[in-house]
């Protein structure tokens, strides 16, 4: 920081800066998730207080290990809009060997709508023909809501 040029008052203004993002986003674990109650006990307190949807992808590697967590979308309360290539496109470059997709609910009810099985069922396919696999889609209910696994419910396969 010294390089920059930066006066003590912005040093000290990055630093607490850093600090605030730090603590606003803590590091996930670099385990295998082996199951979609892991990835919903890592989420939903991340996602379950939000009033507004965010679909996050989650990379993993070969080993299904943790690599990227990208946000694909941020909408309203009621929904938020999403195609398969602006899912896709962030997950390809972080190179992973397959993913996961995450959203939220903000009315409480972690059930999958219509419209998530059907861009459920279109991302699978396009995520197989670029042999990237979608390994899951769970959604987050908001205020306590619980989540659901679109894996569980035999949507996705």
Same mark, same amino acid.
Do not use: W
């Given at each position: 920081?010294?390089?920059?040029?930066?006066?003590?008052?912005?040093?000290?203004?990055?630093?607490?800066?850093?600090?605030?993002?730090?603590?606003?986003?803590?590091?996930?674990?670099?385990?295998?998730?082996?199951?979609?109650?892991?990835?919903?006990?890592?989420?939903?307190?991340?996602? #379950? @207080?939000?009033?507004?949807?965010?679909?996050?992808? /989650? &990379? *993993?590697?070969?080993?299904?290990?943790?690599? +990227?967590? !990208?946000?694909?979308?941020?909408?309203?309360?009621?929904?938020?809009?999403?195609?398969?290539?602006?899912?896709?496109?962030?997950?390809?470059?972080?190179?992973?060997?397959?993913?996961?997709?995450?959203?939220?609910?903000? #009315? @409480?009810?972690?059930?999958?709508?219509?419209?998530? /099985? &059907? *861009?459920?069922?279109?991302?699978?396919?396009? +995520?197989? !023909?670029?042999?990237?696999?979608?390994?899951?889609?769970?959604?987050?209910?908001?205020?306590?809501?619980?989540?659901?696994?679109?894996?569980?419910?035999?949507?996705?396969?």
């Amino acid at each position: 920081m010294e390089r920059l040029g930066l006066t003590s008052v912005q040093r000290s203004a990055v630093l607490a800066l850093q600090q605030l993002v730090r603590s606003g986003y803590p590091s996930l674990p670099k385990h295998k998730f082996s199951c979609s109650a892991d990835i919903a006990r890592i989420y939903a307190d991340r996602l #379950g @207080g939000l009033v507004h949807e965010v679909m996050l992808g /989650i &990379a *993993l590697n070969g080993r299904n290990e943790f690599m +990227a967590e !990208l946000e694909v979308a941020r909408g309203g309360r009621h929904g938020a809009a999403l195609t398969v290539a602006d899912a896709l496109r962030p997950v390809i470059r972080t190179g992973a060997s397959a993913f996961v997709l995450v959203h939220n609910h903000p #009315g @409480g009810d972690p059930m999958p709508s219509p419209e998530d /099985i &059907a *861009l459920t069922t279109a991302m699978k396919r396009a +995520a197989d !023909l670029v042999s990237i696999p979608l390994v899951d889609h769970i959604i987050i209910g908001g205020r306590g809501g619980g989540f659901s696994s679109m894996l569980d419910l035999c949507i996705i396969q």
